[in-house]
């Protein structure tokens, strides 16, 4: 980042990068859940099921490579190791039901998810907000789309 970028920046950047990486760890692990129960997901609705997994799960990997950039800008690394996903994220893994008739506890599953994404972007903007402008726009950017993401599931479990 160029020295005015990095001058504006007033929090701890080693959290915060800390922080980013955490949340870098929950899209990935969103986006493989999604993606992988796209493909799995199944009863009479599958289609359209599958359709809004796929849908999430683009998301979810576009969110990792936003917050991905954000790190790298701030002089921080994204975490290189798949392996401690499931360690540093904020939000469990919900493995996909055995039978995938049970599309009812995927959803509800991914339904769980976002409530655990938008209460750690809701966190996260809150302690960026005065100290870091274009770190809090990004957070906010992520942030509206999981408020959606929640309500598409919800939608589903609706009916
Ligand atoms: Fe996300
Ligand atoms: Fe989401």
């Not at 915060?16 to 870098?24: G, M, Q, S």
């Not at 655990?116 to 509206?144: M, S, W």
């Amino acid at each position: 980042m160029g020295k005015k970028g990095t001058n504006i920046v007033e929090v701890d950047v080693s959290a915060l990068v800390e922080d980013l990486n955490r949340a870098f760890c929950d899209e990935w692990l969103a986006f493989y859940q999604y993606w992988l129960s796209a493909r799995l997901v199944g009863g009479p609705q599958s289609p359209s099921l599958a359709a809004a997994f796929r849908k999430a799960a683009a998301s979810e990997l576009e969110h990792a490579g936003e917050l991905a950039d954000r790190i790298t800008q701030l002089g921080g690394t994204p975490l290189m190791n798949p392996g401690q996903w499931q360690e540093k994220a904020n939000c469990s893994y919900s493995e996909p039901p055995d039978d995938p008739r049970e599309w009812k506890e995927m959803v509800k599953n991914a339904s769980d998810g976002e409530v655990c994404a938008i209460e750690v972007y809701q966190g996260l903007a809150k302690k960026v907000r005065d100290g870091d402008p274009v770190t809090f726009n990004l957070i906010v950017h992520i942030l509206a789309e999981e408020v959606g993401h929640e309500e598409l599931f919800e939608n589903l479990l609706r009916g």
